[in-house]
């Protein structure tokens, strides 16, 4: 293995094929929408969700990598409406009463404001999971052994990767567009 792999590499070559997979498809602008704040917030975020992500990835990692899309579309609804609620959110306020099992639907109805199974839901859903596989396989090609400190720095890059990409579609929903400065 190169041993000048670079894991800060492989989270921006990730972010910009999942960014430029969702532009071509519409569900974002072509720049993502991001903000300091919410990519700041992962940091914590991760403390609480690491622990459950590690337990189910194996079994089920496209769910994994999904969840942690559903976990940036919660911070960014926060960031957006509620900027306290969004300062002290964790990562257990995002769990719904089944735990890491129905994140989804909790974040979905009591954070969103979708009703399970409505339209809006199912069209975020579908996102997520096509997002979710285009990172597994991004995983996957990665040059690193599986079981190595360079593997678990790619496991973490990917749900980095998918928790702004949840950000950025929850952003665009929003309203919200990427404007360069100056």
């Known amino acids: 293995m190169d041993t ?10 990730l972010v910009a094929r999942l960014s430029e997979t ?15 704040d ?32 559903y976990i ?7 960031w957006d409406d509620d900027f306290e609620a969004f300062k002290a959110l964790t990562y257990d306020d995002l769990k719904g009463k089944r735990g890491f099992d129905d994140l989804d639907e909790h974040v979905l109805a009591d954070v969103l404001g979708m009703p399970v199974g409505s339209p809006q839901a199912k069209e975020l859903e579908s996102t997520l999971a096509y997002c979710a596989a285009e990172a597994l396989g991004a995983m996957r090609h990665e040059p690193v052994e599986d079981l190595t400190a360079e593997a678990y720095k790619v496991f973490l890059r990917s ?13 665009a929903a929003l309203g919200y567009k990427f404007v360069k400065e100056g």
């Open 72 to 78: 940036g579309c919660a911070a960014a609804e926060l």
């Open 4 to 13: 000048h792999y670079s894991d800060r590499d492989y989270l921006d070559r």
């Open 159 to 171: 749900i980095e990767a998918m928790y702004r990409l949840g950000a950025a579609l929850r952003l």
């Open 38 to 69: 919410i990519d700041g917030k992962w940091n914590s975020l991760l403390e609480g969700f690491i622990g459950d992500a590690v337990h189910e990835f194996n079994s089920y990692p496209e769910v994994t990598l999904a969840w942690a899309g």
């Open 22 to 36: 969702c532009a071509r498809k519409g569900w974002i602008p072509e720049m993502m929408p991001a903000t300091s």
